[in-house]
């Protein structure tokens, strides 16, 4: 039996792969190959993360496919450079502010770039069993005693016990690449140990083991992210001395730990982050670690509103999505807000406005319009402008050039609050006539005033909804018609360019639009007309009145 299986073992070893690959190292019916002994039958080969990354690369290239999907804004610069340190097989640090998606980029090389790998299940280290030498699985599997030539980790322990138990039989579970991605924020408590492994005295009090036996170790977060991508955040937070032990795994492949006698080659690529007040020479990251990652590339902020408007709606957290619509509007006023703030000459620009803001800002509309009116009324939660002063407390930033205060900021952010607002609705007054805005002024000297309210629905069910209102005003009520129509096209637009990025668009599209979205529709309009030369209308608290 120990000869037969030993001639399994040479012959999958020494002969060519029995299997075409749809993908670099995987074959083409894998999700069929569930065991040690299926795997040896067909001689699989595996490949490392750099050709995994870098032929997988190609393939996409080939084909036209983009290769991270979810990443918006970057396609003229930060994906081009992202491909050639790919294509290089270079590691990567990604230079940038706060939200700039430096962590997502790295989530989505490792989802998109790394192939399905082998690994025998149970195993923390991702071990591939045919990556050890032919003596070490042949001893394993005939029951011989293991003779390691070389200290080197090939596989864990535990790894070994699963096959000298289940021999053939042992498990194979096919490990994509979004479960071979190891992150860790860098923070002053991460240790040495935290990163290499260490001896563990717990597992040697327990099991009786020696002190350097290969059962005493521990795996740290390097031979945790095994044949996949470490994503180190924030990189010059780690002290010197943590950066140092992640010098060999660059320059080498491999690293030790301590006074431990065994070399560990984790076959991974590590992906930095820093911010840009700390990437220089002399200063967080050290010399060496700063010339071993090999490409240094700068992120950005979205540099249009119709991008920053795509992050918001990919990202934005939505618990009902079928009950809620987003009208295009209200997305591009959250998405103004967030770059008016992004360049105010007040705001701490070291520091940055993350795309979080628009994104948790968007998700805080969604939740005002729910408590206020969707909930108590059974109706779809569509965000109006009288719901934005909610976002106050999803707003984060700092000020630079006066007291960083909570009242400079509340009121540093309703200013700007007011520009995007009168910015968002000048864009739809100036599409409708003068006549219609002397027929509108008309309206009001006779109907006095509209009323806006939180707690006011779309529909005719009391005199204070909106539709009732606008029963009263016969040009707004058609100019807030020709509003509506303009958004709907934009709402097209909108949706079809979601649907080209891959991104989920139940709550941008309804083709069932009802009064909450003429109710949200009025208010823009109505907003408008204060900005208009000469102005039509004033507002004061929750009334639009014609302007004295």
Request: proline content about 4%.
């Amino acid at each position: 039996m120990s000869s037969k299986i030993e001639e399994i073992i040479r012959r999958s070893y020494d002969s060519k792969p029995k299997y075409t690959e749809i993908m670099p190292g995987v074959p083409e019916d894998y999700k069929q190959i569930k065991t040690l002994g299926e795997l040896l039958k067909i001689n699989y080969k595996h490949v490392t993360v750099e050709e995994q990354l870098r032929g997988n690369l190609i393939l996409k290239l080939k084909t036209g496919e983009h290769p991270y999907p979810g990443i918006i804004g970057y396609d003229d610069d930060v994906v081009p450079s992202i491909n050639r340190a790919i294509l290089s097989g270079h590691d990567i640090l990604l230079v940038g502010q706060i939200g700039q998606a430096k962590t997502k980029l790295a989530e989505a090389i490792a989802k998109n770039l790394l192939s399905p790998i082998p690994v025998v299940r149970g195993t923390i280290t991702n071990d591939i069993p045919t990556s050890m030498p032919e003596d070490h699985l042949v001893a394993l599997l005939t029951g011989s005693e293991v003779v390691r030539t070389v200290p080197e980790f090939t596989v864990s322990r535990e790894c070994e016990d699963i096959i000298k138990n289940d021999k053939l039989e042992t498990k194979i579970d096919w490990i994509d690449g979004a479960d071979r991605f190891k992150y860790i924020l860098a923070t002053p408590d991460i240790s040495v140990k935290d990163l290499v492994g260490q001896i563990d005295a717990i597992k040697i009090a327990k099991k009786g083991v020696e002190l350097y036996s290969m059962e005493s170790y521990s795996a740290g977060q390097l031979l945790q992210a095994r044949h996949g991508i470490l994503c180190i955040d924030e990189l010059p937070v780690l002290d010197p001395r943590k950066q140092v032990s992640l010098l060999s795994v660059l320059q080498e492949g491999r690293f030790t730990t301590g006074a431990y006698p065994v070399i560990f080659r984790p076959d991974v690529k590590i992906i930095a982050t820093a911010n840009p007040i700390d990437y220089t020479h002399s200063g967080k990251i050290i010399e060496p670690l700063f010339d071993r990652l090999k490409s240094h590339v700068d992120t950005h902020y979205p540099r249009t509103v119709e991008d920053e408007m795509m992050i918001i709606i990919q990202e934005s957290k939505i618990a009902d999505q079928k009950n809620v619509f987003l009208p295009v509007f209200i997305i591009r006023t959250m998405a103004r807000i967030t770059q008016m703030m992004r360049d105010h000459h007040d705001v701490n620009h070291d520091k940055g406005v993350s795309v979080r803001m628009g994104i948790h800002s968007m998700e805080m509309l969604i939740g005002e319009a729910e408590r206020t009116r969707s909930i108590i009324s059974d109706v779809k939660a569509v965000p109006r402008f009288c719901d934005v002063h909610s976002i106050h407390q999803s707003s984060k930033f700092e000020l630079a050039e006066m007291e960083d205060t909570r009242e400079n900021r509340r009121n540093l952010l309703n200013s700007v609050i007011d520009a995007a607002l009168k910015e968002v609705s000048v864009e739809y007054i100036q599409k409708i006539s003068p006549e219609h805005i002397a027929k509108i002024r008309a309206d009001f000297a006779k109907n006095k005033a509209f009323q806006v309210s939180q707690l006011a629905l779309g529909g005719k069910k009391s005199e204070s909804d909106y539709e009732a209102q606008l029963a009263k005003f016969t040009a707004l009520r058609q100019a807030v018609n020709d509003v509506i129509s303009i958004a709907k096209e934009e709402q097209k637009q909108l949706v079809e360019r979601a649907k080209q990025l891959g991104i989920r668009t139940d709550a941008i599209s309804d083709t069932t639009l009802d009064g909450e979205f003429t109710a949200s529709a009025t208010e823009v309009l109505l907003e408008g007309l204060r900005h208009v030369e000469p102005a039509v209308l004033e507002k004061k608290d929750n009334s639009y009145a014609l302007s004295q």
